[in-house]
């Protein structure tokens, strides 16, 4: 049974930094790619960034730059380095995974981590 584990989120003031992980346990394979996506409140779900097996990336606009997105493929993790926050950077941050098998895909999401950026 895969679980993912999303830990790093929380409080911090405009221009500041966090670093979100998530680690995946259970028996999984054939990991084609990782991403973090967000929700705030009112707002549907969003793609925030992405790596894929072969470490092509992919961000959205509004984080281009300030957002960096890693992968410890040895310890199935999944990394979000976030820099210089705004206050529209706030809400709930959630990991995902995404498999393949016998050519069909499988999404695997966390239970999403809080980030709040505010003075």
């Known amino acids: 049974q895969v679980q993912l584990v999303e830990s790093g989120g929380g409080l911090v003031q405009p221009g500041g930094s966090l670093r979100l992980s998530c680690a995946a346990s259970g028996s999984i394979f054939s990991i084609i790619a990782r991403g973090w996506y967000r929700q705030a409140p009112g707002k549907q779900r969003e793609l925030v960034a992405s790596?894929?097996?072969?470490?092509?990336?992919n961000y959205a606009d509004a984080v281009k730059g300030r957002f960096t997105i890693s992968r410890d493929n040895a310890k199935n993790t999944v990394y979000l380095q976030m820099n210089s926050l705004k206050p529209e950077d706030t809400a709930v941050y959630y990991c995902n995974f995404v498999t393949t098998s016998a050519s069909v895909k499988y999404a695997y999401w966390g239970q999403g981590t809080q980030v709040t950026v505010s003075s």
């Open positions: 790596i894929t097996s072969g470490g092509s990336t």
